[in-house]
C-alpha cells in the first residue's frame, strides 16, 4: 500500500495567517492527490483535486502544490470558518489511502 | 441535486455481520463509482472498496474476505456488508461517489456511526 505521511498532525494558527499541510507519498503517485476538510459532525467536502485544482465553489485562499512526491495545501489568510480536519488522499494506486489528518484550530 | 444517504444499525454486536445501505438520489448509480469510506475513532480514514457503474467492485485487502458491496440499480442503492465484525470494526461509515473523469469524491453522505459492542 502507498503510505501518506501527513504533517502536522495538529496546528493552531491565528486569523489572517498563512497556513502550510503536507503530505509525503510513500511513492510516486503522480497528480492523484486529493485535499478535504472535515467539519465536527459533518461529511469530508473536497478542496483540491489533481494535487493543484480547486474545487468548485471553494474559496481561492485554499490552494494545493506538488514537489516531487511531497504535496502541500496552502491556506492564505485564515478564517473562522477553515477550522477542522483536513485530510490527503491518493487515488494513484489501490488501495486509495488517506493522510493521517491534520486538525486545524484558531489560536 | 446529487444526495447520498447511509442507514442502517448503530450497533452490532461482535462476530456479527454490519449491513448499511447508500440512497443515492439526483445521480444514477449506473455511471461512475461509488464508495464506502469509514472513519475511527482519532480520526484515522480508511477507503474500504467501491462498486462501478458495471457493478464490479474492488475491496480494501486489509478487510481480506470479509467485505462485500452490492447494488440494486432499480432503487439506486448500494450496500455494504461486513463480516465477523469486531470492536476494531467501530467507526463512521461514510458512502461517497468517485468521480472518474475528475479522480476525486465529490458528493457523501453524511455518515452513520457504527458501534460494535455486545
Known amino acids: 500500500d502507498i503510505q501518506m505521511t501527513q504533517s502536522p498532525a495538529s496546528l493552531s494558527a491565528s486569523l489572517e495567517e498563512i497556513v502550510t499541510i503536507t503530505c509525503q507519498a510513500s511513492q510516486d503517485i503522480g497528480n492523484y492527490l486529493s485535499w478535504y476538510q472535515q467539519k465536527p459532525g459533518k461529511s469530508p467536502q473536497l478542496l483540491i483535486h489533481?494535487?493543484?485544482s480547486l474545487a468548485d465553489g471553494v474559496p481561492s485562499r485554499f490552494s494545493g502544490s506538488r514537489s516531487g512526491t511531497q504535496y502541500s495545501l496552502k491556506i492564505n489568510r485564515l478564517q473562522v470558518e477553515d477550522t477542522g480536519i483536513y485530510y490527503c488522499l491518493q487515488h494513484y494506486s489501490a488501495p486509495w489511502t488517506f493522510g493521517g489528518g491534520t486538525k486545524l484550530e484558531l489560536k | 441535486e446529487v444526495q447520498l444517504q447511509e442507514s442502517g444499525p448503530g450497533l452490532v454486536k461482535p462476530s456479527q455481520s454490519l449491513s448499511l445501505t447508500c440512497s443515492v438520489t439526483?445521480?444514477?448509480?449506473?455511471?461512475?463509482?461509488w464508495d464506502w469510506i469509514r472513519k475511527f475513532p482519532g480520526n484515522k480514514m480508511e477507503w474500504t472498496g467501491y462498486?462501478?457503474?458495471?457493478?464490479?467492485?474492488r475491496y480494501n485487502p486489509s478487510l481480506k474476505s470479509r467485505i462485500s458491496i452490492t447494488r440494486d440499480t432499480s432503487k439506486n442503492q448500494f450496500f455494504l456488508q461486513l463480516n465477523s465484525v469486531t470492536t476494531e470494526d467501530t467507526a463512521t461509515y461514510y458512502c461517497a461517489r468517485y468521480k472518474l473523469a475528475g479522480t476525486y469524491f465529490d458528493y457523501w453522505g453524511q455518515g452513520v456511526m457504527v458501534t460494535v459492542s455486545s
Open positions: 462498486i462501478s457503474y458495471s457493478g464490479s467492485t
Open positions: 489533481s494535487a493543484t
Open positions: 439526483g445521480y444514477s448509480i449506473t455511471s461512475n463509482y
